[in-house]
């Protein structure tokens, strides 16, 4: 026997040692329906490691809009009812405020807190910097106008480098989208053709979904398997993400505090910069470069990854569906014209606002929002919950629940219109039982600016171009065939644009 089958032997007995061990500490069984699990690998077996968020619909449709999992010694509750999710998120949302502390999550941040995965006191201590940033810079939207409306004029004349050819315009988008965080954050442009966009999209992209991948449950239970490199590409996913975002932000952020200037904050990563020493000097705390580097990161990475999707899907949705596509050029056209788009006209553009929040529920793109924790033993529902009790919304289960939304699976903008065609006010039942950024403590600091960002370059895009399949390209814009992952990815296609006559 060579040297090489007894190590591997003596690794799979130590394995399975650790396991049975683990399995016999395991937590506090859940008084919860859900699908029968096997002992020490819990229902791993039972979920599609390719699409784990139809598996949850499955289960939904069988046990209901709540049901327990086990993944290895791990207690999960998925809910899917409206109920139960602002339970989760606002009206007990301090005790389910905690984050599961995998080593996953850790080793993706290098053992530091971040704003995403952070709780406790350092975690509040980060999140205070951030919104009070992101409050400072909201109220002066103007600069998000000024900067999204520059780099979408660079983005139309990307397209226009294209206009008549076949391509596919993510990567485009991509470059777009990082270009504005950069202006946002660093205020200034990376090269459209920078190869390290691309490389840093890659790395953040295959770090995220290696850190949710079912694949890698195993190093969550057992973190000495990283040591290791198993499994070796969950593993090898997570260090091109560390490696590729340290080359691409910290030479910006080095240049950021070498640069600053308190009296004249140049955009939010000036802002955030201030608040953070600000914060720090109130907590008796010493200035850490490497938490400011990682809470940068997580804030770029969040944006990009979100908005370029969508606007993605947004191009999808226009190739299948001319009949909307001519109402929304049909607005845009009478209310801009051939001008610039301003914040100011979303007032003016009901209709593209509704496409907006239909396109948000109907792509569902974050399908699992980031998982909840029991920070202690509580309730959901008539349910006991035990600490430590990991909860995940079941986000497009519930956006595709008939229970919920009539015919969910067709893109209706009008669920999000008045009678009168006015968009609906908040407090409106299809706007409280929205939450594609969801609410509470947990709430997205970045949304505002996401979905002005959002606006504009729906704006930029109608108006200037009209989007057709490229022949042989074509797509459904079906949210079931999307790819998994942190963010639900559309399947390539390729498009074949023409100049609209109000861009002329």
Not at 64 to 86: P, Q
Not at 302 to 318: K, N, P, Q
Not at 343 to 356: G, V
Request: proline residues 5%; charged residues 25%; hydrophobic residues 40%.
């Amino acid at each position: 026997m060579s040297a090489e089958s007894l190590i591997t032997g003596f690794l799979g007995l130590v394995l399975v040692i650790a396991l049975i061990f683990k399995y016999a500490l395991g937590s506090k069984s859940l008084n919860i329906p859900g699908p029968k699990s096997l002992p020490i690998v819990g229902n791993i077996l039972q979920i599609d490691r390719d699409k784990p968020h139809l598996s949850f619909m499955s289960f939904a449709e069988t046990f209901g809009d709540i049901y327990k999992l086990r993944l290895f010694s791990t207690n999960i509750v998925v809910v899917s009812n409206e109920d139960y999710i602002k339970e989760v998120l606002s009206k007990n949302g301090a005790e389910f405020a905690g984050r599961p502390q995998t080593f996953r999550f850790h080793l993706m941040f290098e053992q530091r807190e971040n704003v995403t995965f952070g709780e406790g006191k350092n975690w509040s201590f980060l999140k205070k910097s951030v919104l009070r940033a992101m409050k400072v810079y909201n109220n002066g939207l103007l600069e998000l106008e000024s900067v999204t409306n520059a780099v979408g004029q660079d983005f139309i004349k990307v397209i226009e480098s294209f206009e008549g050819k076949p391509f596919d315009i993510k990567e485009q988008i991509i470059r777009c989208i990082t270009n504005i965080m950069a202006s946002l954050m660093f205020a200034k442009k990376f090269d459209w053709n920078d190869p390290n966009i691309t490389r840093y999209v890659e790395g953040e992209s295959k770090g995220y979904n290696a850190s949710i991948s079912p694949k890698g449950s195993i190093l969550d239970s057992f973190p000495f398997f990283h040591k290791l490199n198993i499994p070796s590409s969950i593993c090898n996913d997570i260090k091109q993400c560390i490696d590729s975002r340290r080359s691409f932000l910290e030479p910006e952020l080095r240049e950021l505090i070498r640069s600053y200037q308190p009296d004249k904050a140049r955009g939010i990563g000036d802002l955030l910069y201030k608040f953070f020493l600000e914060d720090c000097k109130a907590e008796g705390k010493p200035f850490n470069f490497d938490l400011f580097f990682i809470t940068v990161g997580d804030l770029f990475a969040a944006s990009f990854a979100t908005t370029s999707e969508t606007i993605y899907s947004f191009i999808l949705v226009l190739c299948n569906r001319k009949e909307i596509k001519q109402k929304i050029q049909k607005e845009v056209d009478e209310v801009l014209g051939t001008r610039i788009p301003t914040l100011a006209d979303k007032e003016t553009m009901p209709y593209l606002s509704a496409c907006i929040l239909e396109l948000l529920r109907f792509i569902s793109h974050v399908p699992i929002l980031i998982p909840h924790r029991a920070v202690e033993d509580t309730k959901l529902g008539s349910y006991d919950i035990p600490k430590d009790t990991h909860i995940y919304i079941n986000n497009f289960t519930y956006s595709h629940s008939e229970k919920i939304w009539d015919d969910p699976w067709n893109f209706i903008p009008e669920r999000f219109l008045s009678e009168n065609g006015d968009i609906i006010p908040a407090n409106h039942p299809n706007r409280t039982k929205f939450f594609p950024f969801s609410s509470g403590k947990r709430h997205c600091p970045g949304e505002v600016l996401a979905k002005n960002r959002i606006f504009l370059l729906f704006c930029w895009l109608v108006q200037s171009y009209n989007f057709e399949f490229a022949e042989g390209f074509e797509i459904t814009d079906d949210p079931r065939i999307r790819e998994y992952g942190v963010i639900l990815s559309s399947r390539p296609f390729k498009v074949v644009t023409t100049k609209r006559q109000s861009s002329k």
